[in-house]
């Protein structure tokens, strides 16, 4: 008999990705279709990166590393973070990890005593539920609203706090590519010291910002010692595969989540976590070479859409993804997504796939070369004026 608890991490089954499934079914049929679904970049890890892990792993650095991450490295994201907020950070306030998405059940099974609520806000990064149910925690959607541009109401944060051990957010967001702002963030950090919440904060898409400027929750007063950072290098460096990231937190609270890691994963791949150091220290001009193309697509979707009447931008200020509103054609983002894959070979997400607030939106990945997005996007626009 196996436990039931993984099957239970994904709420009600796989129903959300099912046009991403039918698209990879059609392309090993060998129907080209056009793929926007996944945040996967479309150039691989840059060769310069590679070289560091082979140097690393041929000299030797194969056996187990130390649990919370090589020093040079921790040293390394501690440095960062410190320029980048201001806030003062030692090595001892990073655990490097295998991604991000082992970070994010990391600090919940941290964060939250079995059975308590732990809250999420809709639209949510696929995974986030389950991540959640998965330490044992009751997870609680809160609702925020595409009128609102997806920015989260605190007192609606407020409103479901009691009894909460954590709330969970992640600006730049996924899906909608929207940065929460000063105020925003000024708000849920009131929330989380009035209700004594730890605050993750899910920062993967930091290095992605197109308009205004990324702020740490972590940043703002007194709230370095209740809020845990998730980092990751998945999409700052085009290291998906890698599996590297951290969580930036108080210390006790890192030494806390160490213990974990001596249980499962038994820490990072020294030759990744040397590649990681190297790729760090290539500095801010590498990570912008990274992000620029999905600068540059941004833009070329506000370009292709400022004409349409029929299809709206959710304003989306950083990450690989953008959100379009399609409820003028009268369908929900899962009927229209599975009928653009039916009739133009074009795979998007479903809004429905990241929670209820994003019904009739679809998400669309900004990950495939200029020329091919922007005559996508110009396909999708004339077929939604079709139905409308
Ligand atoms: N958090 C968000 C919001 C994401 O979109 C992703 C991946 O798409 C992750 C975390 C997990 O990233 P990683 O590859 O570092 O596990």
């Not at 041929?58 to 020093?71: E, M």
């Not at 991604?99 to 964060?111: E, M, P, R």
């Not at 213990?259 to 994963?265: C, D, G, M, P, V």
Request: glycine letters at 10%; aromatic letters at 6%; a negative charge.
């Amino acid at each position: 008999v196996l436990s039931p608890t993984l099957t239970n991490l994904i709420e009600g089954g796989s129903d959300g990705w099912e046009v991403f499934m039918r698209a990879r079914k059609m392309i090993a049929n060998g129907t080209p279709v056009t793929e926007l679904t996944i945040g996967e970049h479309d150039i691989r890890t840059d060769p310069s990166i590679l070289a560091a892990m082979d140097v690393s792993a041929r000299g030797g650095h194969t056996g187990y590393a130390t649990v919370p991450g090589i020093a040079e490295l921790r040293a390394e994201v501690a440095a960062r973070v410190q320029t980048r907020t201001g806030v003062p950070t030692e090595p001892e306030n990073v655990m490097i990890t295998p991604g991000g998405q082992s970070a994010l059940f990391a600090s919940h099974l941290a964060a939250c005593p079995f059975g308590q609520k732990a809250l999420y806000l809709d639209p949510y990064y696929a995974t986030y539920p389950g991540t959640l149910r998965g330490v044992g925690a009751v997870a609680v959607p809160i609702q925020t609203r595409a009128e609102d541009g997806f920015q989260p109401d605190a007192r609606e944060i407020d409103a479901h706090a009691d009894g909460a051990a954590s709330l969970l957010i992640n600006s730049p967001n996924n899906p909608t590519g929207v940065i929460y702002t000063r105020e925003t963030l000024e708000g849920i950090a009131d929330v989380c010291k009035r209700h004594d919440l730890w605050l993750i904060s899910d920062e993967v898409y930091d290095t992605q910002v197109w308009e205004g400027a990324h702020l740490s929750p972590r940043a703002l007063p007194d709230m370095a010692e209740r809020t845990l950072v998730i980092g990751s290098m998945s999409k700052s460096h085009a290291m998906t595969g890698s599996r590297i990231g951290w969580i930036v937190g108080p210390k006790d609270a890192i030494a806390h989540i160490a213990n974990l890691a001596t249980h499962t994963t038994y820490g990072v791949a020294g030759f990744v976590q040397d590649a990681a150091l190297f790729a760090l220290r290539e500095g801010p001009e590498f990570e912008a070479k990274i992000a620029a193309p999905f600068e540059r697509r941004r833009a070329l979707t506000v370009d292709i859409l400022k004409g349409q009447n029929h299809v709206k931008l959710i304003p989306a200020d950083g990450a690989m993804y953008v959100m379009l509103n399609i409820r003028a054609t009268g369908l929900s983002g899962e009927d229209f997504a599975n009928q653009l894959l039916d009739t133009h070979h074009i795979a998007v997400m479903p809004g429905e796939s990241f929670g209820k607030a994003a019904a009739g939106h679809i998400r669309v990945a900004m990950t495939i070369d200029d020329e091919r997005y922007a005559e996508a996007l110009r396909t999708l626009c004339e077929y939604v004026a079709s139905l409308c």
